[in-house]
C-alpha cells in the first residue's frame, strides 16, 4: 500500500491521514440555535435537555435534546453545569 501511495502521490503521500470530517461536524446546530439553548439555559439553569429542546420547539427552533446536550458539552460555559446523572449524583 505505501509502495503505491509514493508513486502515486509522491514523499506526501506517506504520511498517515485520519480520515473524518474536516471543520465542524456536518450534522451541528446552527449558531443561532445554539445561542437560543445557551440563552435558556442561562435563564432556566433547572432545565433539562428535553425540557430546553421542547421550549425552543415552541418558538419555532426545532433541535432535538442530543442536541442540546451537544451544544453544553462543546460551550463547557461555567453557568450550565452537567445534569446530575453526569455528574455521578442521583436524580
Known sequence: ???SRKQTY???GLIDRLPG???PH???VSAEIEA???????????????RVSQ???LQGLQVSSGG????????????IEAPP???GGTR
Open 10 to 12: 509522491g514523499a506526501d
Open 36 to 50: 437560543a439553548i445557551l440563552a435558556h439555559g442561562l435563564d432556566h439553569p433547572s432545565h433539562g435537555a428535553l
Open 55 to 57: 421550549e425552543l420547539m
Open 1 to 3: 500500500m505505501s509502495r
Open 85 to 87: 446523572y453526569e455528574r
Open 68 to 79: 442540546v446536550r451537544g451544544v453544553w458539552k462543546r460551550s463547557q460555559g461555567p453557568a
Open 21 to 23: 470530517a474536516r471543520g
Open 26 to 28: 456536518p450534522n451541528r
